[in-house]
């Protein structure tokens, strides 16, 4: 059996794919390739949390604020999957893993290695998939995720804080470097995250594509699938006034204040609030802050050719400012009312 593990990275379409794959999973097991439910539904970030070396944000949300805390709570795992993949081995052709946080959390080349001899156990061959999505474009995506959590910070502070060469999370020369010294260059199959380089302009016709197991894409269902939509303009205000005004951690705790939530899904659902482009005027010296790294990446692991599109500072949001702060001080009389 050959094992397919795609890492992400995050902010590069993995929710749509993994909808996508586990709304057709009967389909690929008929074709030969197992999807794992163990693993955590649709992400799989249990595999990732397993044989993480460290306490993430994760763990500490669950709970689990020691290793001795994690191994507990993992204390069944390492052999039930075990027993999945020993039993997939016997009737699949490929063992599909997918989960982005394998790129942000599996940081150490020893973590890397530790899961590679685990799958090593099982299968004859593996290959990894990762898409790399232009630094700048992915940090803004991260944003909005950030804004939906506890983020408090404009987009310009929160870009400069985040998207550094220094973040191995948008290191990708780290990344690929990683990821091809433990399972070979050869096994690794880079792609970039960019509609005009898809395959057929779409990531599911392109992920086929990389996955490489003769999977028939007329026996799929390519209806639309729940993804998580990037935030407009004025949406983003939004979300950034009410964890200024609502915290999203209870005071002192990791407990969620309901109210913070509850009045973002009602913001959410404003058609009013759709309005605008989420873009940093600085958005080209954020790219630029990575130009040595994505050089030595392509010269690394894509044959020299620079495949990132282009990244210009404009101001170009389609918002009156305005219209900005009036959604602030609306959201702020709103605050007052929530009980």
Not at 120 to 139: H, K, L, N, P
Not at 251 to 259: I, S
Not at 266 to 277: F, I
Request: negative net charge.
């Amino acid at each position: 059996m050959r094992c397919v593990l795609h890492i992400g990275t995050e902010k590069t379409g993995t929710t749509l794919l993994q909808e996508w794959l586990y709304r057709n999973r009967e389909a690929l097991h008929r074709q030969g390739v197992h999807l794992s439910t163990r693993l955590g539904n649709k992400n799989n970030f249990y595999i990732s949390e397993f044989f993480q070396s460290e306490i993430d944000d994760w763990a500490r949300g669950a709970g689990l604020f020691t290793l001795a805390d994690k191994a507990h709570f993992f204390r069944n795992f390492e052999e039930a999957i075990s027993q999945e993949f020993r039993r997939a081995a016997a009737s699949y052709d490929v063992l599909l893993i997918t989960s982005e946080f394998l790129h942000s959390r599996l940081s150490r080349r020893g973590d890397i290695a530790r899961l590679a001899d685990f799958l090593s156990g099982f299968c004859t061959e593996i290959d990894v998939i990762c898409y790399f999505r232009e630094q700048s474009s992915m940090a803004t995506s991260r944003y909005t995720t950030e804004l939906l959590r506890d983020c408090m910070l404009e987009l310009d502070d929160f870009l400069r804080e985040d998207a550094r060469p220094a973040n191995y999370y948008y290191d990708f020369k780290a990344i690929a470097d990683n990821w091809s010294a433990v399972f070979g260059a050869a096994s690794c199959h880079f792609r970039i995250y960019d509609r005009e380089r898809f395959i057929g302009r779409d990531i599911r016709t392109d992920f086929l594509a990389a996955l490489g197991a003769g999977v028939d894409p007329e026996a799929l269902d390519y209806s639309e699938v729940p993804c998580n939509p990037a935030l407009k303009r004025l949406q983003a205000e939004a979300m950034l006034a009410v964890n200024r005004a609502i915290p999203y951690f209870m005071p002192g705790t990791l407990e969620v204040d309901a109210r913070n939530l509850r009045l973002k899904r009602q913001l959410l659902c404003l058609e009013a609030l759709r309005k605008g482009v989420l873009r940093s005027p600085s958005a080209g010296d954020i790219a630029a802050r990575f130009g040595a790294i994505n050089e030595a990446l392509f010269d690394c692991h894509f044959d020299g050719a620079y495949l990132f599109a282009a990244v210009e500072n404009e101001d170009q949001t389609g918002i009156d400012p305005c219209d900005a702060g009036l959604v602030r001080e609306t959201v702020e009389r709103l605050v007052a009312t929530v009980p």
